[in-house]
């Protein structure tokens, strides 16, 4: 099993930055698939972006260019760098984690994009 802390969330204006971080506890975090989630106000949660156990990315088409996943093993931390931050981005945001049967989540991270 393992527990999952998000950080980073906050205000900023259109065009701004921020960094999420999401830190790992509890199992081998180098073994799991690692992802990013979001929800808006009366909407699903949907995927963000995602890397696997070897690095591998995909990205949600409103993601594309804009924000880069990563992962740092070591840390046991996950990360999404956004940039060119919209409005529409504006959602709670979840760490995940899969592996075999387990399916995991944080407890997520406020973002607001507003001016």
């Known amino acids: 099993q393992v527990q999952l802390v998000e950080s980073g969330g906050g205000l900023v204006q259109p065009g701004g930055s921020l960094r999420l971080s999401c830190a790992a506890s509890?199992?081998?975090?180098?073994?799991?698939?690692m992802g990013w989630y979001r929800q808006a106000p009366g909407k699903q949660r949907d995927l963000v972006a995602s890397i696997t156990s070897g690095g591998t990315t995909n990205y949600a088409a409103s993601a594309k260019g804009r924000f880069t996943i990563s992962r740092d093993n070591a840390k046991n931390t996950m990360y999404l760098h956004m940039n060119s931050l919209k409005p529409e981005d504006t959602a709670v945001y979840y760490c995940?984690?899969?592996?075999?049967?387990?399916?995991?989540w944080g407890q997520g991270t406020q973002v607001t994009v507003s001016s």
């Open positions: 995940n984690a899969q592996r075999l049967l387990g399916n995991y």
């Open positions: 509890g199992s081998i975090f180098s073994r799991y698939h």
